[in-house]
């Protein structure tokens, strides 16, 4: 979708509404205020996992949202071992371990819903390091800037896992053709894309961001702090 916008938030919403006019939009509804499920996921995780990048990947970090589910069962049908974080890390993440699940069961452990019965909880400092991250996205363009739905957790994760000494690694995303936009303001703190993937095209970026080396803590507030409680644990005495 062509477009330039001012900020993230425009970008957003002109995404958002996009999707919905076009009904490429699926459940859940409205596409508004989350990461958005579109027509045509599965195929989008489908050319995901036949990307060179998953060649080698046995662990991988993949967030929970809807349109990304089918990037979780098609990892674990190929036996790679999936990190879910929780809701604001509270619950650090949760471990899907193919080999300790039921063949037929995958589907349901790629599941948000339905799958935490098949999920371990790992802390976040007992988190290993993983080969590459699967996350969701609102908007983002072919140079690699990526927008969310405006919380900033997701950044914020990748940012816990830097601080606490894990290695750059590739992070990749599947979208809907509507949601690559031309251009919007991007962040020093914001988790570089290398790969994008829609139903019909593999977007490999060029020149990634550089990847933001730990938590920026003089942009979190008192709120950030007490919506997710493991911040506290990994603040540094005399930070922010």
């Known amino acids: 979708m062509r477009g330039t916008y001012a900020s993230k938030q425009e970008a957003r919403q002109a995404v958002w509404d996009a999707l919905q006019r076009e009904r490429v939009a699926r459940f859940p509804f409205p596409p508004h205020g989350r990461i958005p499920n579109f027509e045509g996921a599965a195929r989008a995780a489908e050319r ?23 990037v979780r069962l098609l990892a674990l049908t190929r036996g790679i071992m999936v990190f879910v974080p929780t809701p604001r890390l509270r619950g650090g993440f949760r471990r899907f371990d193919p080999a300790k699940i039921p063949p037929d069961k995958l589907e349901e452990a790629a599941s948000l819903i339905r799958g935490a019965r098949w999920g371990e909880p790992v802390p976040l400092r007992e988190l290993p390091v993983v080969d590459l991250i699967a996350t969701g996205s609102v908007a983002v363009t072919r140079t690699g800037k990526r927008c969310g739905k405006g919380h900033g957790y997701g950044d914020l994760e990748y940012a816990m896992l830097r601080e606490l000494g894990h290695p750059e690694v590739p992070v990749v995303t599947t979208v809907h053709p509507l949601q690559v936009v031309d251009d919007f303001p991007a962040d020093a703190h914001d988790q570089p894309l290398h790969l994008i993937v829609t139903p019909d095209e593999v977007i490999e970026v060029a020149h990634p961001r550089p990847a933001p080396r730990g938590i920026d803590w003089g942009l979190l507030t008192a709120h950030d702090l007490a919506e997710m409680p493991i911040l506290k644990e990994l603040k540094p005495p005399g930070r922010g």
């Not at 995901?48 to 089918?70: E, G, N, S, W, Y």
């Open 48 to 70: 995901l996992l036949a990307h060179p990048v998953f060649a080698h990947a046995r662990r991988i970090k993949v967030d929970p949202d809807a349109p990304q589910r089918m």
